[in-house]
C-alpha cells in the first residue's frame, strides 16, 4: 500500500500529477485544491497517497495534507460516491466549505457541486455530519486548547471506531477527569467504556 511519495514532479495538471521517483513515474490523481498549491515542475513534492485497488486497476489519489487525505477517505465511504467522484466534490469545494456545509446539512450548497444530486448530498450529511470536525469559528463541544497530544489520539481512535464527535469528546473529558495515567492505552479503554 502506498501512503505517501517524495520526489520530482514531472507535470501538473488541474487533476494529474506525475511525480518521479527512483526513474519510475507515478501518475496520481489530484483535486485542484492540491494543484493550486503544487510547486513548478522540476521541484521536490510530498504527497499523501490514497491507493485505490480494483480488480482492473491500481490507481493513486495525492494531497498535499494529511487533512484533506483524511476527508477524501470520509467522502468514499459515503455510499454511491467512488474516489472519482470525491476528487471531483474536493475541487468544487474548499475543504473548510465543504465541512461546514456538510455539519450544517445545508444540500443546496453541495448540489452545486457537479455530480452531486439531491440524494447523494443528503446522504453525504446524513452519514458524514458527526464525524467532520468543527470549523474554525464554529462553537466545538470542546476547546482546542483543553485536550493534550494524547487527549486528541484518544479521540481520534474513537472518531475511527466510528463514535460520533460529540460523545467521543465528552467521553474522553469523563476519561480524563477519573483520573489514573494519562498515557494513551488506559485513557482510551476509560473512554471507550463511557462512550457507549
Do not use: W
Not at 453541495?110 to 446524513?126: F, S, Y
Request: glycine content about 10%.
Amino acid at each position: 500500500m502506498i501512503a505517501l511519495l517524495r520526489g520530482l514532479l514531472i507535470e501538473k495538471h488541474p487533476n494529474q500529477a506525475i511525480v518521479e521517483i527512483g526513474g519510475v513515474g507515478y501518475d496520481v490523481t489530484i483535486p485542484v485544491s492540491t494543484f493550486t498549491r503544487l510547486p513548478d515542475p522540476g521541484v521536490e513534492v510530498r504527497l499523501r497517497i490514497h491507493t485505490h485497488v480494483r480488480e482492473d486497476a491500481l490507481s493513486l489519489y495525492g494531497f498535499l495534507t494529511q487533512d484533506e487525505k483524511s476527508l477524501f477517505e470520509k467522502l468514499i465511504g459515503v455510499s454511491g460516491i467512488g474516489p472519482k467522484l470525491a476528487v471531483t466534490i474536493l475541487s468544487g469545494l474548499a475543504a473548510p466549505d465543504l465541512i461546514g456545509a456538510i455539519r450544517r446539512g445545508e444540500v443546496d450548497k453541495l448540489v452545486r457541486i457537479p455530480g452531486i444530486g439531491k440524494k447523494t448530498a443528503e446522504r453525504m450529511v446524513l452519514e458524514l455530519r458527526e464525524k467532520m470536525p468543527a470549523a474554525v469559528g464554529e462553537e466545538q463541544a470542546t476547546p482546542a486548547g483543553a485536550l493534550s497530544a494524547i487527549d486528541q489520539d484518544v479521540l481520534s481512535a474513537l472518531l475511527n471506531l466510528g463514535c460520533a464527535r460529540q460523545n467521543a469528546e465528552a467521553a474522553v473529558r469523563k476519561a480524563k477527569a477519573a483520573g489514573g495515567p494519562a498515557e494513551f492505552e488506559p485513557l482510551f479503554r476509560r473512554a471507550l467504556e463511557l462512550v457507549r
